[in-house]
């Protein structure tokens, strides 16, 4: 199962639930490098995309699916300061940890009894979200067992 908790992960990565967050200063600060004073109550963004493609251990492939990166301890610490797909500090999703479990269930699961398969010739949009143009359809083959 941790292979396919590491699916998930990467799953979640590339294709993000919400393209940022809406967030507001709740006190003054200074930005960093000589940046501007920004005052209490400023709103802002955090734009997950941003955060997530300035990951060291996914600067040389960050378009690539490759969930192998996750079982990787050297990349463990940055993956999780920089992969944000339920938010962070005290507006953190509550729901993620059963979220990301139902989700490797229902993957462990379908991968031992179907082989899925997908039109390799999707349209994707990447605004604001990533997301197939016209749906993704996705047709499960049952996977038959032959005795040996």
């Known amino acids: 199962m941790k292979y396919t ?4 992960k990467e799953t979640l ?6 393209a940022y967050i ?6 003054d600060i200074q930005a960093p490098t000589n ?8 709103p802002f963004v955090m734009a997950l995309a941003a955060i997530s493609s300035a990951d060291p251990a996914v600067a040389t492939d960050a378009e690539e699916f490759r969930p192998e990166r996750w079982l990787d301890q050297a990349n463990s610490k940055t993956l999780s300061q920089y992969q944000l797909p339920f938010g962070i500090g005290q507006h953190y999703c509550v729901g993620s940890h059963l979220a990301q479990a139902e989700l490797t269930a229902v993957i462990s699961e379908l991968a031992s ?5 997908v039109d390799p010739d999707v349209e994707w949009v ?3 979200i990533k997301q197939p143009k016209n749906g993704l359809l996705c047709k ?3 996977l038959t067992l032959t005795a040996i």
Request: aromatic share 6%; with cysteine; charged share 20%.
């Open 13 to 18: 990565r590339l294709a993000h639930v919400t």
């Open 126 to 128: 990447d605004f604001p």
């Open 140 to 142: 499960l083959e049952p």
């Open 35 to 42: 940046g501007p004073r920004v005052p209490s109550g400023c």
């Open 5 to 8: 908790a590491a699916v998930v």
């Open 113 to 117: 009894g179907y082989k899925p398969t």
């Open 22 to 27: 809406p967030r507001h200063t709740t006190k």
